[in-house]
C-alpha cells in the first residue's frame, strides 16, 4: 500500500472539506439537537462527513469508514483499510465560537495506525503523521516530548470530571489539579491532543470518547512519544466508547497510578 | 480630550509591540520566576511593558499608568488620565503554547473607562471599545449580548475553583459546572473577557484577578450589555487584586445569587 500517496489523498481531502466549511459560515446554520443539549450537530458536519465518503469511495470503494455521523456503513472490525473521520470535532465551539474545532482523521490497517491528522480548520492549521515517518505541525517536524515533572504540567481537562461523577474518583482528580502547574479546557477533544503532540499540553484526559475523537490523534501520538490509552492503561477500544488519556511519557503512568481510580 | 485620537495612539502602539513579541518568538526566551511555578514571566514581558511606558510618556507626559510589571511609577489614584497595561495576559501559554496570550490595555480618566483594548498577538485579532461609541472585533461591529437561559450557557472556569479552597464554597461550583451546558477554560483572562464581550462564552469567573488582567476589557463590556463585577455584585476594585465576573447580562444577578458563596 502506498502511503504517501494516500497521504496526499488524504490532506488534499481535508484542506478541502476545510474550505467549504469556512465558506459555509456565510450561510446561517441549521441547528438540530442529537442527544441533548450538549450535543449539538449541524448540516455542515453531516454533509462534510459525506464529502469524505464519496471521496473516499471515488479513491478507492474497498476502503471502510468509521465516521461521527454515521452517514456511512456499519463497520464491526478493524481489518483491511479503515478510515476513522469525525468531520467536525467541537461542536459546540463550531456553532459558537466559530473557532476551536477540528476535522480529524486516522487511516488504519488492521487496526494499526498508518496515517493521521488533525486540521484546526479556521486556523488552517495541519497536525500530522505518518506511522514510522514522523509527524508535523504544517511544514515542521514536531520534536519527540521532552521528560517533565508532574507539577511542571499542564493538563486539559473538563471541570465537570472534577466534580462528583460516576466514572472516576473526583477525590484524586481534585489531586491532580492542585498537584500541576494549570489546567486548561478547550471543547475540543482533537484539539487538546493536538496541543499534547505538540508539548502545548501535558496530558489530557477524558472519561468517554469515541473512536473518531481520538482516532488520527493516537498515530501522531506514537510518532512524538506520547501515550495514548484508556485510562486502565490498555488499548483504546476503537469500536466503540472508552475512557482515555495521552500524556507525555513521563507522566502517563503516573497520572493512571496516583491519580486515577475507577469507580 | 480627544479620544478619537487616542484610540488611534493605542492601536498604533499595540500593533506594534504585537509585532515585537512576535518577531521576538525567533530568539530563546530567558524565563524566570515571578511568585511560584504558577507566574512566570519572561524578559519580553518586561521590555513589552517599558516599551509601553516610553510611548505613553512621550504622547503625553501627564498620563499615568499601572502595568503588570511594574516597571512604571507606583499610581494611587485614578485621577486623571490612567492607562492600565497588560503587556502579556497569559504568561504560561505564553511560553509554553506560543498562542492564546493577549496585550490587554484600558484608557481611564477619572476612574472612568474610556478605550479598552484585547489583542490576540499570534492571531493579530482585536477586540476594541470606545466609551458611548461602541464595541469591535476587528473591522466587525460586535453586537450587543442576546439574553440566554444559564443551561445554554458555556462559561469560561478554570478547575481550581471547582475544588475545596479558600475564596468560595466550591460545592456551588459545583452545581454551576453541572447545570451550564459546558465550561472552558483557556489560561488568560482577558482572552476569556474577550469571548465573552462577543458571545464565545456567556461568563467568566475568578478568584482572584488584578486591574490588568481586566482595565481594557471591562470598557468593552460595557459597550456590548456585558456586566463586570467583583463576586459581591460590587465594583471591581482598580487598585487592588479582587474577585472577577464578567457575565451575559442574562445571567450575571442568577449567577451571583445561586452559585456564589464567598468563604
Redesign the interface.
Known amino acids: 500500500m502506498d502511503f504517501k500517496q494516500i497521504d496526499k489523498f488524504a490532506k488534499e481531502m481535508i484542506f478541502e472539506a476545510g474550505k467549504r466549511i469556512r465558506d459555509a459560515f456565510s450561510y446561517d446554520l441549521v441547528i438540530e439537537t442529537k442527544s441533548g443539549?450538549?450535543d449539538l450537530v449541524t448540516n455542515i458536519d453531516r454533509q462534510t462527513e459525506v464529502f469524505f465518503i464519496e471521496k473516499i469511495k471515488a479513491f478507492d470503494p474497498t476502503h471502510k469508514i468509521i465516521g461521527e455521523e454515521g452517514m456511512g456503513e456499519n463497520v464491526n472490525s478493524l481489518d483491511g483499510p479503515v478510515w476513522i473521520i469525525d468531520p467536525i470535532d467541537g461542536t459546540?465551539n463550531f456553532v459558537?465560537?466559530?473557532?476551536h474545532f477540528m476535522i480529524t482523521i486516522g487511516f488504519f490497517v488492521d487496526g494499526i495506525g498508518k496515517l493521521g491528522y488533525i486540521f484546526d480548520v479556521m486556523r488552517e492549521d495541519l497536525f500530522y503523521a505518518i506511522e514510522g515517518e514522523g509527524a508535523w505541525y504544517n511544514d515542521s517536524r514536531l520534536r519527540k516530548l521532552q521528560p517533565l515533572n508532574i507539577?511542571?504540567a499542564?493538563i486539559g481537562?473538563?471541570?465537570?470530571w472534577?466534580?462528583?461523577n460516576k466514572k472516576i474518583n473526583h477525590e484524586k482528580i481534585?489531586d491532580l489539579?492542585?498537584t500541576v502547574?494549570?489546567?486548561?479546557?478547550?471543547?475540543s477533544a482533537a484539539m487538546e491532543i493536538a496541543?499534547v503532540v505538540s508539548?502545548?499540553l501535558d496530558a489530557y484526559i477524558s472519561m468517554r470518547l469515541a473512536p473518531w475523537d481520538i482516532g488520527g490523534g493516537t498515530v501522531i501520538a506514537k510518532e512524538v512519544g506520547a501515550i495514548a490509552t484508556n485510562l486502565k492503561g490498555e488499548h483504546f477500544d476503537f469500536l466503540s466508547q472508552d475512557t482515555f488519556i495521552i500524556a507525555n511519557p513521563s507522566i502517563h503512568q503516573l497520572i493512571l497510578d496516583n491519580y486515577i481510580e475507577e469507580i
Chains 1, 2 share one sequence.
Do not use: D, L
Not at 481537562?157 to 465537570?160: K, P, V
Not at 502547574?181 to 471543547?187: A, D, E, N, V, W
Open positions: 443539549a450538549n459546540m459558537k465560537q466559530h473557532r507539577e511542571e499542564v481537562i473538563n471541570a465537570s472534577v466534580t462528583p481534585i489539579v492542585n502547574r494549570g489546567t486548561r479546557s478547550y471543547g496541543f508539548g502545548k
